[in-house]
């Protein structure tokens, strides 16, 4: 039985529940798709670092994080060491879920890199280093042997990015569009229920699918790098971060929300990218009052979907959870099954 040591960067909503998941549901991960998991190494802005090669107990650190203690009082360091514990401990796989950086994508970037660099696959929900150095990373691990795997960087557990790279084959994909920031699409149904714009955006921060600087998702910043991820991944775009417009819902009003209501209209935050004649991409995100037949009209709290225009099949459309710690923490599970499939497979052919 195969058992992957994994370190976690960054200890908040989704890592923690990665760690939350690793004991209910190891048991179903040994039995049916023949591995384990082990957490032996932590780090986190807030608590340090902890590097334990024979397996960190999670329940007892899944209690800390709450008041002023540190790992500095379990063993280990008040200082997140990143650096070094990316490189030097004894972990096969690196969960990095830090916050995204929508400007340059560090210091994920560089955790990414020093993972990758130490022969260690990656797999990330952080959107900035694969928006922004994506490329650079994929070849990164190829040269190095090892997997970097970012499924929950867009539409967190909801497959879209594995499936259209695999399910796709023989078609060809002309763009897409989609509903891809659970946060701005739980605010404007909240908006349209008669909540103020502030309370609606504290909900969605206590419910966990806000960013850690809500601005992200608000004006637009968090589905211009989905956006981008998926232009670049799925239609080749070679875009960057400025190739792709950006607007927010911060200028959509409640008037502007009571009046589309009037005219059969509901306000969405759209992201789409387009394929044109001469082979370039368009692509941007912008708020868009949907008449209320159009398939993303009806999407609504945290729900995202991606509806692919594809040449034999017309428009293909995947819905689901976009946003939430358990939706996004099983992403990074799938990311791992992912890459134990590719080794199984490896090991099979050789
Ligand atoms: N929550 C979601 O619904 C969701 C969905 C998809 C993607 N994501 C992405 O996943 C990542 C994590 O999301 P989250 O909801 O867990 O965020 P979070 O704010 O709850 O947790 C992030 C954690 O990272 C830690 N951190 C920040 N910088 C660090 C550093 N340099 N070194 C070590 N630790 C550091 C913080 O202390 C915090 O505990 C983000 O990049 C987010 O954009 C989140
Ligand atoms: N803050 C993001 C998390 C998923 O990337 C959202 O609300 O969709």
């Known amino acids: 039985m195969t058992t992957y040591d994994i370190a976690l960067i960054g200890f908040g909503g989704v890592n923690r529940t990665l760690a939350e998941l690793i004991p209910t549901r190891g048991e179903a991960l040994r039995s049916e798709l023949g591995f384990g998991l ?3 190494a932590i780090t986190d802005l807030r608590l340090g670092s902890l590097v334990q090669p024979e397996g ?9 994080g709450q008041g002023s203690e540190t790992f500095a009082e379990y063993g280990g360091s008040a200082d997140t060491n990143n650096e070094s514990v990316i490189r ?15 400007e340059d994508g560090e210091p994920a970037v560089s955790h990414v890199r020093w993972a990758l660099e130490s022969g260690k696959s990656v797999c990330t929900t952080n959107k900035g280093p694969v928006a922004l150095r994506g490329a650079e990373l994929t070849s990164l691990a190829a040269r190095n042997g090892v997997h970097f795997e970012f499924e929950g960087a867009v539409m967190s557990g909801t497959p ?11 078609l060809k994909l002309n763009g897409f569009e989609g509903i891809l ?31 850690a600087n809500p601005a992200a998702d608000i004006e637009g910043y968090d589905v211009q790098l989905k956006v981008l991820i998926l232009a670049n991944e799925l239609l080749d775009a070679g ?14 009003t409640p008037e502007d929300i009571r009046t589309g209501a009037l005219e059969g209209r509901r306000w969405k935050l759209v ?28 999407i609504s709290g945290a729900t995202n979907a991606l509806s692919f225009d594809t040449d034999l099949l017309g428009p293909v459309t995947v819905s689901g959870p976009g946003a939430g710690r358990v939706e996004t923490a099983y992403a990074l599970l799938s990311d791992i099954i992912t890459m134990h499939a590719a080794s199984t497979e490896v090991s099979a052919n050789a």
């Not at 992201?271 to 009209?297: E, I, K, M, Q, W």
Request: aromatic share 4%; hydrophobic share 45%.
């Open 56 to 64: 960190i107990d999670l329940p007892v650190v899944l209690n800390l």
């Open 181 to 211: 920031n659970g946060t701005s699409n739980y605010v404007l149904g909240r908006m349209e229920a008669g909540l103020d714009f502030e309370a609606a955006i504290s909900e969605a921060q206590a419910l966990g699918y806000a960013e």
């Open 239 to 252: 875009l960057e971060l400025k190739d792709v417009q950006r607007q927010g819902i911060s200028t959509v």
């Open 38 to 40: 082990r957490v032996v």
């Open 160 to 170: 879209v990015i594995r499936l259209a790279k695999k399910m796709f084959a023989g």
């Open 88 to 102: 030097n401990c004894t972990a096969n796989i690196i969960c990095e879920a830090t916050f995204t950086n929508p």
């Open 271 to 298: 992201g789409s990218a387009r394929r044109n004649p001469d082979g370039s991409v368009t692509a941007g995100v912008s708020p868009v009052a949907l008449p209320l037949d159009h398939g993303l009209a009806g």
